[in-house]
DNA sequence: GTTTGTGCAAATTTTTTGCATTACA
DNA sequence: TGTAATGCAAAAAATTTGCACAAAC
């Protein structure tokens, strides 16, 4: 990641955890850290390997309390795409979208699509909420594998 | 529930099952029953309490088998809305509605809007894949709580 | 110095699996 | 009758909790 998403973020983290309170312990900079230095989807043990050999190695518990710090600072979104284990990804500067996940062969693709953000000032103005963020998932068939038997996605 | 709906549902699994080679199970059909003598959202522990008590008394591992064949014949539809535990949803005939889940006390909000048709339509078109359903929640604070301090989905 | 946060392991919760038994076809 | 489906209990997977120790403030 660049510097400037680097600094930025750490200063997201810094005055967050100053207006809530709470302590600024390395391990929740270094998770930070750690997050910024992929992109794509992670869970929380795919974090816990990732980290496990670096020089700061932390433990599932702490990962699991302060991911809720993340999230709630606006710096990390959850997704569940079906399975029974939460999915995360990087939030911020990282470009708006929503995922398609295949039923045949539960891969994820990303697409954009701006009318969302329509839809999302329709529901809170009627239900007069302040959304902070949504999950929108189409769980779908691949036409290649119905049509011809074979596709893309399950080759790899 | 109407008596065309149940007659409905129960065809539709009787073609399923039928199409899928799977057996009709007096199982299957009580399980369906049950999800269509009740509205709103339900997990399997939930469904496993209510089916205990009657006529059907069904184990845990037969409501997580079928659930998936009631998924895959369209009867039912999943929800995963931040806990981790997937919640149920009858799905023949139920209006089709989103999601707004209050960050504050948790609470599950229905909405309407046509607009995600749309949405759908573009994003199966761009990836050449039929989507079979969707799933679209918004996280948000109440506006209430946050002006006044107090909301009227707490106090409940 | 106080108290929050961390690490570890144990506990809990949710879902899956193995296997003997039942019952659909 | 052969085989898929069920029930039960045990196992696995994901997350939470309790408590002693470490480290922010």
């Given at each position: 990641?660049?510097q400037e998403?680097?600094d930025?973020?750490?200063?997201?983290?810094?005055?967050?955890?100053?207006?809530?309170?709470?302590?600024?312990?390395?391990e929740?900079f270094?998770?930070?850290?750690e997050?910024?230095s992929?992109?794509?989807?992670?869970?929380?043990?795919q974090?816990?390997?990732?980290?496990?050999?670096?020089k700061?190695r932390?433990?599932?518990?702490?990962?699991?309390?302060n991911?809720?710090?993340l999230?709630?600072?606006?710096?990390?979104?959850?997704?569940q795409?079906?399975?029974?284990?939460?999915?995360?990804?990087?939030?911020?500067k990282?470009k708006?979208?929503d995922?398609?996940?295949?039923?045949?062969?539960?891969?994820?693709?990303e697409?954009c699509?701006?009318?969302i953000?329509q839809?999302?000032?329709?529901a809170?103005d009627m239900?007069n909420?302040?959304?902070?963020?949504?999950?929108l998932?189409?769980?779908?068939?691949?036409r290649?594998l119905?049509?011809?038997?074979v596709c893309?996605?399950?080759?790899k």
């Amino acid at each position: 990641m660049s510097q400037e998403t680097k600094d930025a973020v750490n200063k997201i983290l810094t005055d967050y955890l100053e207006k809530q309170q709470h302590r600024k312990t390395a391990e929740r900079f270094a998770i930070l850290n750690e997050i910024y230095s992929h992109d794509g989807h992670f869970d929380i043990e795919q974090l816990y390997l990732m980290m496990k050999n670096k020089k700061y190695r932390v433990s599932r518990a702490t990962l699991y309390n302060n991911i809720e710090i993340l999230l709630d600072a606006g710096l990390v979104i959850k997704h569940q795409f079906g399975k029974n284990m939460a999915q995360f990804e990087k939030a911020y500067k990282y470009k708006q979208h929503d995922h398609l996940i295949c039923n045949d062969c539960e891969k994820v693709f990303e697409f954009c699509d701006p009318r969302i953000q329509q839809i999302q000032r329709s529901a809170q103005d009627m239900l007069n909420f302040d959304i902070i963020n949504h999950s929108l998932n189409f769980f779908a068939k691949c036409r290649d594998l119905k049509e011809k038997g074979v596709c893309e996605h399950l080759k790899k």
